[in-house]
C-alpha cells in the first residue's frame, strides 16, 4: 500500500526544485496533492506533469490563504516550502551592516509570514479531524549565522521556532496535528544555477561550493522528498515539534583529521 493513500496534501513553492520534488513523491505515493506557487504558468505545468491540481498562492497575501481556506477546507498534509534568499534579482547586500530594511523584509514575508500563515491555515484546515501534518522546510541556514545573507539565515532560524510553539500548541489542544522542520543545506535545486553556470568551470564550482561538507557533494531534492514523506505519513506518527537536518553531516562537525 502506498504511504500516503487517501491523504489530502498542499505543497507551498512546488513549481519547482524542493517543492515540486516533494509533491511529486506525494502523488507517487497516493496522495491527493495541490500543487501552490505564485508562478501560474510553471505551478499549472508542474501540476500536469505530476498529475496533481494547482491553486496559485502567494505565501505573503493571508487573502491567497482565506481563497485557499474556501478551495481546501480539509487536508491532511500542509508542506511550508515556499522561499526566497534575497538574491534572487542579482546581488543585493544582506550582511548586518548593510542591508537595507526593505530587503530584510521582502525575505521574512515570504520565508516567515509565509510560514505562519500556512501553519495557521493547516490548523484551521485539519483540527475538525484532529490529526494532520505541518512539515517546514527551514535550512542548515536556520542553525548557523550566515553573516552574507543575514535575512535569510533569520527568517530560517525563526521557522524552526515557530514550528516548536505550533507543535507544542496542537498538542496543548488535544489534537495529533504534527508539526516538523526539515533543514536542508546544499541540495542541488534551480536557486544554484546563477552561481555554478554552464560552462567548464561548473564542475570546480560546484565542488568548491562543498569542498567544507563531509560527504563532497550536493544533496538532491529527491533526499529532502524522501524525508518529507516519512514526516507526513503515519509511520511518524509519534515526531512532533523534530527537526531534521539534510546537511551532507555539515553539522556534525569537521571531517578533517585532528593533528
Not at 32 to 58: S, W
Not at 179 to 192: D, G, K
Request: with cysteine.
Amino acid at each position: 500500500m502506498a504511504r500516503l493513500n487517501n491523504k489530502i496534501c498542499v505543497v507551498t513553492g512546488a513549481a519547482q526544485g524542493i517543492g515540486k520534488a516533494i509533491a511529486t513523491a506525494f502523488q507517487n505515493e497516493g496522495a491527493t496533492v495541490i500543487v501552490t506557487d505564485i508562478d501560474e504558468a510553471l505551478g499549472a505545468r508542474t501540476a500536469v506533469e505530476i498529475g496533481a491540481r494547482f491553486e496559485k498562492l502567494d505565501v505573503r497575501s493571508e487573502a491567497d490563504w482565506q481563497h485557499l481556506e474556501k478551495a481546501m477546507p480539509v487536508v491532511d498534509v500542509v508542506v511550508n516550502n515556499a522561499g526566497i534568499t534575497g538574491f534572487e534579482s542579482g546581488a543585493v547586500a544582506h550582511d548586518p551592516e548593510h542591508a537595507r530594511l526593505e530587503d530584510w523584509h521582502a525575505v521574512h514575508q515570504v520565508n516567515l509570514d509565509g510560514t505562519f500563515l500556512g501553519c495557521r491555515y493547516a490548523i484551521r484546515a485539519m483540527k475538525q479531524a484532529g490529526a494532520g501534518s505541518i512539515i517546514n522546510i527551514s535550512s542548515r541556514s536556520g542553525l548557523v549565522g550566515i553573516p552574507l545573507a543575514a535575512a535569510y539565515a533569520s527568517s530560517k532560524a525563526a521557522v524552526r521556532n515557530h514550528s516548536k510553539s505550533v507543535a507544542l500548541y496542537c498538542a496543548q489542544q488535544g489534537w495529533t496535528i504534527r508539526c516538523n522542520s526539515i533543514h536542508p543545506a546544499a541540495i542541488l535545486t534551480p536557486m544554484w544555477e546563477p552561481m555554478l553556470g554552464t560552462g567548464p568551470e561548473r564542475e570546480l564550482r560546484m565542488k568548491a561550493l562543498v569542498a567544507d561538507t563531509p560527504l563532497k557533494r550536493f544533496g538532491s531534492p529527491e533526499e529532502v522528498a524522501a524525508v518529507a514523506v516519512m514526516l507526513a505519513s503515519d509511520e511518524a506518527a509519534y515526531m512532533t515539534g523534530t527537526e531534521i537536518n539534510i546537511d551532507g553531516g555539515l553539522l556534525a562537525g569537521s571531517a578533517a583529521t585532528p593533528k
